[in-house]
């Protein structure tokens, strides 16, 4: 008898705790969603992304971004990463990815993951690996700051999977192989996509990747990099294989461009700093980098191997790799050989009819196909891909000839400049001189600083040292190759050996062929016996107006002080606190960069050379 009320009672318990439980809420994962195709998980908040990354039981499903998402480690519940954020590497010890990748899908819905930092060692990036299968479309990751080892990426320190319409900018930064503006090593496929972030590293170092290669066999086939309609324009150096776009090329390379400034020891490029050539994974399956209806266009500087668009094509195995219809531009990249590629002035590279002729697929006609995929404003810049113009970003023109006010002084808004070697010195002329002053009768040194892009850019300076205290310096200030009628000598002005403040009128040849004469002052400096090095003391300054805001521009050679302001980008002092910072990517931009403010994305037009 008691037991069985016993047992009544506690039936009638269990089923209102039952009835209870299923009249409350389910507890929502992230900001909504199943994580299945039709409902993907949503991340609207810096704590759903976290989450994800602590999550890879979540790998593998659906997500889509709501909202932008600031990472700053300053703000309360961020933190500065010593992984990546998402499928990250979990084990520093043993060789290879320790962790699990996500191979789910990513749709950032066009908003932005901004100001996250990592500091770390492998497979760096918002995702550390990104599987086969893994999808990311439609993501922005900006103002960035990451340093690692090796495999390191703006968005991915690896791919497998596919990413297309994404972008980084910001610093990206490895201490070994295998670094990108965008990705570290690209198995996968990478589309329509852009970096415009500074990179750095040893090899393997790539303004939007940093390896492009076949993986493994897998299956019946190879999985094999593919980029496609993709640029980048973000500074970039780092010691071997050092490329514009990618480091080194072992997959297919199409319809793609960079105009990033690329420095480098060996193994060089303006878009390619190694192109492999075959190599295999055991007969009959193999591999050949390929270039196609590709161009670059940044200044490109190095020791050994260096190419205007590729530095070498070939690996260890001896063959070459394929570069067709592929060009770059020998003025802006001073570079006049190619291990690749056809090189062009920069008015040929401006014209419709370079790339036409060589099958390209322009919008407004159907002979080279109707893709539509390039477009082109004749004689005032080089070709962009369609998608650029599609994505309805506005553009900001700059003209410093035209529109800025030119200022003879150096360091504008704290910025400071580095120093640029002259050529000598030497104990003979490096060009005839039609006449020369009467010297002292100690040695005479010869040397140049090269200016401008004129046919005769090189300006020659003679140092007599006839006086060990007392040197005398004669420089051709109106590059006529006569010493004789450029004023009296100068006289040391500061300390070393000898310093010269001097001004100059460059001749500087803009695209369409005009010629440009802009005024030019530097600082020459001598310590000891050394080579002569020089810097800039003057820049260009104006307001700029961007949306409804003005905004301090300042164009200022930082590096390279040659006159030729186009390759050292522009600065813009965006949060308007009347500083610029050297070391930073947030306010110093290359041309095509994208600009993101108030939510609205900008493109960066520099039309001058």
Same mark, same amino acid.
């Given at each position: 008898?008691?037991?069985?009320?016993?047992?009544?009672?506690?039936?009638?318990?269990?089923?209102?705790?039952?009835?209870?439980?299923?009249?409350?809420?389910?507890?929502?994962?992230?900001?909504?969603?199943?994580?299945?195709?039709?409902?993907?998980?949503?991340?609207?908040?810096?704590?759903?992304?976290?989450?994800?990354?602590?999550?890879?039981?979540?790998?593998? &499903?659906?997500?889509?971004?709501?909202?932008?998402?600031?990472?700053?480690?300053?703000?309360?519940?961020?933190?500065?990463?010593?992984?990546?954020?998402?499928?990250?590497?979990?084990?520093?010890?043993?060789?290879? $990815?320790?962790?699990?990748?996500?191979?789910?899908?990513?749709?950032?819905?066009? *908003?932005?993951?901004?100001?996250?930092?990592?500091?770390?060692?492998?497979?760096?990036?918002?995702?550390?690996?990104?599987?086969?299968?893994?999808?990311?479309?439609?993501?922005?990751?900006?103002?960035? !700051?990451?340093?690692?080892?090796? #495999?390191?990426?703006?968005?991915?320190?690896?791919?497998?999977?596919? =990413?297309? &319409?994404?972008?980084?900018?910001?610093?990206?930064?490895? =201490?070994?192989?295998?670094?990108?503006?965008?990705?570290?090593?690209?198995?996968?496929?990478?589309?329509?996509?852009?970096?415009?972030?500074?990179?750095?590293?040893?090899?393997?170092?790539?303004?939007?990747?940093?390896?492009?290669?076949?993986?493994?066999?897998?299956?019946?086939?190879?999985?094999?990099?593919?980029?496609?309609?993709?640029?980048?324009?973000?500074?970039?150096?780092?010691?071997?294989?050092?490329?514009?776009?990618?480091?080194?090329?072992?997959?297919?390379?199409?319809?793609?461009?960079?105009?990033?400034?690329?420095?480098?020891?060996?193994?060089?490029?303006?878009?390619?700093?190694?192109?492999?050539?075959? +190599?295999?994974?055991?007969?009959?399956?193999?591999?050949?980098?390929?270039?196609?209806?590709?161009?670059?266009?940044?200044?490109?500087?190095?020791?050994?191997?260096?190419?205007?668009?590729?530095?070498?094509?070939?690996?260890?195995?001896?063959?070459?790799?394929?570069?067709? *219809?592929?060009?770059?531009?020998?003025?802006?990249?001073?570079?006049?050989?190619?291990?690749?590629?056809?090189?062009?002035?920069?008015?040929?590279?401006?014209?419709?009819?370079?790339?036409?002729?060589?099958?390209?697929? $322009?919008?407004?006609?159907?002979?080279?196909?109707?893709?539509?995929?390039?477009?082109?404003? @004749?004689?005032?810049?080089?070709?962009?891909?369609?998608?650029?113009?599609?994505?309805?970003? /506005?553009?900001?023109? #700059?003209?410093?000839?035209?529109? $800025?006010?030119?200022?003879?002084?150096?360091?504008?808004?704290?910025? %400071?400049?580095?120093?640029?070697?002259?050529?000598?010195?030497?104990?003979?002329?490096?060009?005839?001189?039609?006449?020369?002053?009467? +010297?002292?009768?100690?040695?005479?040194?010869?040397?140049?600083?090269?200016?401008? /892009?004129?046919?005769?850019?090189?300006?020659?300076?003679?140092?007599?040292?006839?006086?060990?205290?007392?040197?005398?310096?004669?420089?051709?200030?109106? /590059? /006529? @190759?006569?010493?004789?009628?450029?004023?009296?000598?100068?006289?040391?002005?500061?300390?070393?050996? $000898?310093?010269?403040?001097?001004?100059?009128?460059?001749?500087?040849?803009?695209?369409?062929?005009?010629?440009?004469?802009?005024?030019?002052?530097?600082?020459?400096? #001598?310590?000891?016996?050394?080579?002569?090095?020089?810097?800039?003391?003057?820049?260009?300054?104006?307001?700029?107006?961007?949306?409804?805001?003005?905004?301090?521009?300042?164009?200022?050679?930082?590096?390279?002080?040659?006159?030729?302001?186009?390759?050292?980008?522009? %600065?813009?002092?965006? !949060?308007?606190?009347?500083?610029?910072?050297?070391?930073?990517?947030? @306010?110093?931009?290359?041309?095509?960069? #994208?600009?993101?403010?108030?939510? &609205? @994305?900008?493109?960066?037009?520099?039309?001058?050379?």
């Amino acid at each position: 008898m008691t037991s069985a009320r016993i047992s009544r009672v506690w039936g009638t318990i269990l089923l209102t705790i039952t009835i209870f439980s299923l009249g409350l809420p389910v507890q929502a994962k992230y900001n909504g969603g199943t994580g299945e195709p039709n409902n993907p998980y949503q991340i609207a908040k810096a704590e759903d992304l976290m989450l994800l990354g602590e999550s890879p039981e979540d790998y593998d &499903k659906h997500f889509i971004l709501t909202a932008d998402i600031d990472l700053d480690p300053n703000l309360p519940g961020r933190e500065v990463f010593d992984r990546a954020v998402i499928a990250p590497d979990t084990n520093d010890v043993k060789n290879g $990815f320790q962790g699990t990748p996500f191979t789910g899908v990513f749709d950032g819905e066009g *908003y932005m993951i901004s100001h996250f930092t990592i500091i770390g060692g492998r497979y760096l990036g918002l995702f550390g690996r990104l599987g086969p299968g893994a999808e990311v479309r439609d993501l922005g990751v900006i103002d960035i !700051n990451i340093t690692g080892t090796e #495999i390191v990426g703006g968005l991915a320190g690896y791919n497998s999977g596919s =990413i297309t &319409k994404s972008s980084s900018a910001g610093l990206v930064s490895g =201490i070994s192989s295998f670094v990108g503006g965008l990705v570290g090593r690209n198995p996968g496929e990478v589309t329509n996509s852009y970096s415009t972030s500074t990179v750095n590293g040893e090899s393997s170092v790539g303004g939007l990747i940093g390896q492009n290669y076949a993986e493994s066999v897998r299956g019946p086939g190879v999985c094999a990099g593919f980029v496609a309609r993709c640029y980048s324009t973000g500074l970039v150096s780092g010691y071997a294989c050092v490329g514009g776009l990618v480091g080194i090329g072992g997959g297919d390379i199409i319809n793609c461009y960079s105009k990033s400034v690329v420095n480098g020891d060996c193994n060089v490029g303006g878009l390619v700093g190694t192109n492999w050539g075959t +190599y295999f994974f055991g007969a009959p399956i193999s591999f050949t980098g390929l270039i196609t209806q590709c161009y670059s266009t940044g200044a490109v500087g190095g020791n050994e191997q260096v190419g205007g668009l590729v530095g070498s094509n070939t690996c260890d195995y001896g063959d070459e790799g394929i570069v067709s *219809y592929s060009f770059w531009d020998v003025h802006t990249s001073e570079q006049a050989t190619s291990a690749g590629g056809t090189g062009f002035t920069t008015a040929e590279m401006q014209t419709a009819s370079t790339f036409l002729d060589a099958g390209w697929d $322009f919008v407004e006609e159907t002979a080279n196909g109707i893709e539509n995929i390039w477009w082109i404003l @004749e004689g005032q810049d080089y070709p962009k891909l369609w998608w650029e113009k599609e994505s309805g970003e /506005n553009e900001i023109v #700059i003209n410093i000839d035209t529109d $800025f006010e030119y200022v003879p002084q150096g360091w504008p808004l704290g910025l %400071w400049p580095g120093q640029t070697p002259a050529v000598g010195l030497s104990a003979d002329p490096y060009e005839i001189l039609a006449k020369e002053p009467q +010297y002292g009768a100690g040695q005479v040194l010869y040397g140049y600083i090269p200016l401008g /892009n004129s046919n005769d850019p090189n300006v020659s300076f003679v140092l007599d040292t006839s006086s060990i205290d007392n040197w005398l310096l004669y420089v051709d200030i109106n /590059n /006529n @190759e006569d010493l004789t009628d450029d004023g009296p000598p100068r006289q040391n002005e500061g300390t070393g050996k $000898f310093a010269s403040v001097m001004s100059f009128h460059v001749e500087v040849i803009s695209a369409s062929g005009e010629t440009i004469v802009r005024p030019y002052e530097l600082r020459l400096w #001598i310590t000891a016996w050394e080579s002569p090095v020089f810097y800039a003391v003057c820049h260009y300054t104006s307001e700029i107006s961007i949306g409804a805001e003005q905004y301090t521009a300042i164009a200022y050679e930082s590096m390279n002080h040659d006159a030729l302001y186009h390759e050292s980008g522009l %600065w813009i002092d965006l !949060n308007g606190d009347g500083k610029l910072d050297m070391n930073s990517s947030e @306010e110093h931009f290359q041309d095509g960069a #994208i600009l993101s403010i108030e939510g &609205k @994305e900008y493109v960066l037009n520099l039309d001058y050379p």
